[in-house]
């Protein structure tokens, strides 16, 4: 190895580092303990500090149903921990310490990565404490299934990365070279294969509204959609390719009293483009509820308007 390959080989080792100073003190191990019908169930995973008052940000599936938890730092603080919000389709939940701990690092944008930036993990996989794996953003714009009693949503833009990930990593932190957190860890999809939770607007704003309201509230029109490509005529008339093709309307939702049918293919909402599920679901909000909303669709090659108003999404 050359003095080139070292000097390479040092910075990687000085980026590493760093993130690990920085990161480690602020990633708890948690452990959690669910109480039914006289026997006791135990889990654990990770979180990552998220205010200065007491905070943590970690998977909802590492403490849906617990009874009670604890979260143990690096400086030997343990504390008392209390689900403030839950959000089974996003798989992210905030917690409440019972004491004061260490101080929130500092959170990025996802939005920004690209495929190949360096990132590291900081949990707590099989129980190890304070665990640093390094690797790249292997992929973006991934889909990941979650689900509620009621509904099926799809997780936007997934970050993929090889950043080595094991049970006990869900709710820990992923953090791009400047130590800023970009995801939350949620699965593992196959040796060297890891997925995590993007720190986006559109997760800032579930964030909060854990936080404020410890739910998140959303709209419902009762569609299963996939994307799909527009004819080339229809394409050219409309100037765009793609939209949402209608594969199901839940009979009795607002999209059947509204008229939508199997088969459209929807353009808009309210006049913005819609190109994915994920455009959808960005619209449907609290502010969304009980709201005249406006759907554009092409069928059978004609355009067509109908007005749904969305009804709340029930847990």
Wanted: net charge negative.
């Amino acid at each position: 190895m050359d003095a080139v390959d070292n000097e390479a080989l040092d910075a990687y080792s000085q980026v590493v580092t760093n993130v690990a100073e920085k990161m480690t003190p602020r990633v708890a191990s948690v452990s959690v303990r669910q109480r039914r019908r006289g026997a006791t169930r135990d889990g654990a995973g990770s979180a990552v500090v998220l205010t200065s008052d007491g905070h943590l940000l970690t998977n909802a599936h590492v403490v849906t149903g617990a009874d009670e938890g604890s979260a143990a730092f690096s400086d030997g603080t343990v504390a008392k921990i209390e689900v403030v919000g839950a959000d089974r389709l996003s798989d992210l939940a905030v917690l409440r310490a019972d004491r004061p701990i260490p101080d929130p690092p500092e959170y990025g944008d996802a939005d920004r990565l690209r495929v190949g930036n360096l990132v590291v993990a900081v949990g707590n996989p099989l129980g190890l404490a304070g665990s640093v794996t390094a690797g790249v953003v292997s992929a973006l714009g991934r889909s990941l299934p979650a689900r509620s009693q009621n509904a099926t949503r799809i997780i936007e833009d997934v970050i993929q990365t090889d950043a080595a990930l094991n049970p006990g990593s869900s709710g820990g932190a992923l953090s791009d070279a400047q130590a800023r957190v970009v995801g939350v860890n949620t699965a593992v999809a196959g040796i060297g294969l890891g997925l995590a939770v993007p720190m986006n607007s559109t997760t800032q704003r579930i964030i909060y509204a854990l936080l404020h309201d410890g739910k998140v509230r959303r709209a419902y029109l009762g569609l299963v959609t996939t994307p799909a490509s527009l004819r080339a005529a229809d394409a050219e008339q409309i100037g765009r390719r793609t939209a949402l093709r209608v594969v199901e309307v839940v009979t009795g939702s607002p999209a059947d009293a509204a008229g939508l049918h199997a088969g459209d293919l929807l353009l808009a909402v309210d006049g913005q483009p819609l190109q994915d599920a994920q455009s959808l679901q960005r619209l449907m909000f609290d502010e969304a509820i009980g709201r005249r909303t406006e759907v554009t669709a092409l069928r059978n090659g004609a355009l067509v308007d109908v007005v749904a108003t969305p009804a709340e999404l029930l847990d």
